[in-house]
């Protein structure tokens, strides 16, 4: 009896040595980093930040993550260094340190996405929930600190990076000047706002040569006296069919809308609604696809990266052709010459309306997503339930892109042939982005 009482004692001992790894799974779940990203966008969209701030945003978040990844795995993926433009250096892991890669992947993000653009701190909470649940499961004291220490040293790297982007700069930039000239964009209602951003195309582009490298054709030139010419054509065309919208037509607007900041006004009554920015929409959807694809941890991390920089670009090569252009909106140009009562089914955006913004950048990223996971990808886009828009689903990310194509036509802010050409234009971005870029091995 004595013996079998020192063997289980022994055995006891010996199951009580045995690490506990039940943090792992938790921390090295691809959904924990998803809803990370989810996170941040809620705080984007609380601040109310514009859809190009956002995107930048992310994906200097993105990249952090990415190279904490890709130092901790550098048989399968290769640094994003020298690949982007002015990406010179980062952080390398020290050697024998017990860093984590996902947890620090996932400490990097948060310490980026929330130091780009906010005061430090704006996640503070949601990372403390994180590694408090992570201890709790085990996580040991050095690992956390190992993590940590690497996750703060690539995000200042990244931090360093990022400022010498141009965007500090262009926050002292001349102003758009209004002119009230035939075919010049104006402001809108109901907020009047000036337009926005609009110096973004100088702000430095990640693997574009530069905001000019795939412009469009110029847009239909205003011409409103020929009643017969492309230009009249398509305001009339805009204006018929919002007159005359279906339910199927008006749910793909709605759910396409991404509209950050809609002011609403009833009567004497003002108030505000916020969305999801067209980036932050394609941040959900990427989560969607890794969810759908069952891709693991760092395989996520790589698709938010890549992604994330094809908006970045799109967004930058999209701003230099409004801006240069600085085309009327269909809002203005009905109300001022056929219907002073007309308006669009959708809020329309503070800046001008060729090439369409939401067009070009959903299109960079269809491209970029089908590269990483391939054509014919169904899935359903869950991204607006939270805001009461019921899903659509998609059998390919390219005719999502297509579909965002019809859909701010139906909105009412883009002519048809803005959308078209907008949709060329990301496509072209996003497939030069994804074939130049090497990143899985």
């Known amino acids: 009896m004595k013996g079998l ?3 289980l004692c022994i055995i006891a001992s010996l199951y009580s040595c045995k690490p506990n790894l039940e943090y792992k799974k938790y921390l090295h779940d691809p959904q924990l980093f998803s809803n990370t990203v989810h996170e941040l966008n809620g705080v984007v969209m609380g601040n109310n930040f514009p ?41 390398k892991p020290a050697a024998n340190m017990p860093i984590d890669f996902e947890l620090a992947a996932l400490l990097a993000y948060i310490k980026v ?65 209004v002119k009230d000239l035939p075919g010049r964009w104006v402001p809108t209602p109901p907020m009047y706002a000036q337009a926005a951003e609009p110096h973004w195309m100088e702000i430095r582009t990640m693997v574009l040569d530069s905001a000019k490298q795939f412009a469009p054709p110029p847009p239909i030139p205003y011409n409103l006296d020929d ?18 919208l279906t339910e199927e037509q008006k749910h793909m607007a709605d759910f396409w809308d991404d509209n950050p900041f809609k002011l609403n006004v009833s009567g004497h009554l003002m108030f505000a609604t916020k969305k999801f920015s067209p980036s932050g929409h394609w941040m959900s959807v990427i989560g969607i696809a890794a969810k759908t694809a069952k891709s693991n941890y760092d395989e996520t991390v790589y ?44 809020q329309t955006p503070a800046f001008p309306e060729y090439t369409c913004g939401h067009s070009t950048i959903s299109s960079a990223a269809a491209e970029v997503l089908t590269g990483i996971y391939g054509d014919n990808f169904a899935y359903t ?38 959308c078209i050409a907008a949709t060329k234009e990301g496509k072209q971005v996003g497939d030069y982005i994804s074939t130049k870029l090497k990143m899985k091995k």
């Open 227 to 244: 009643k017969s010419g492309a230009y009249y054509q398509q305001v009339m065309a805009i204006k018929n069919a919002i007159d005359s």
């Open 113 to 177: 996405g929330e130091a780009v653009t906010f005061p430090e701190g704006s996640m503070q909470d949601y990372k403390d929930s994180i590694l408090n649940l992570a201890r709790s499961k085990g996580l040991p004291g050095n690992i956390e600190k190992a993590s940590q220490q690497f996750a703060d040293s690539m995000s200042i790297s990244i931090i360093s990076w990022s400022k010498k982007d141009n965007y500090a700069q262009t926050r002292s930039s001349e102003k758009y000047t």
């Open 303 to 346: 698709a938010y990266a890549k992604t994330s920089v094809g908006l970045f670009d799109a967004f930058i090569q999209c701003w230099f052709v409004k801006y240069t252009y600085n085309t009327i909106r269909p809002e203005t140009v009905i109300n001022k010459f056929i219907d002073p009562n007309w308006r669009p089914y959708l």
């Open 381 to 418: 886009d869950s991204t607006e339930l939270e805001f009461g828009i019921a899903n659509r689903s998609f059998k390919s990310f390219r005719l999502a892109a297509l579909e965002n194509n019809s859909a701010r036509f139906f909105g009412g802010i883009h002519f048809h042939p803005s």
């Open 51 to 91: 859809p190009m701030i956002a995107a930048r945003n992310y994906t200097y978040g993105a990249i952090a993550a990415y190279e904490v990844i890709a130092a901790g795995y550098p048989k399968k993926y290769s640094s994003l260094v020298g690949q982007l433009n002015g990406l010179g250096t980062v952080a």
């Open 5 to 7: 009482l020192v063997c």
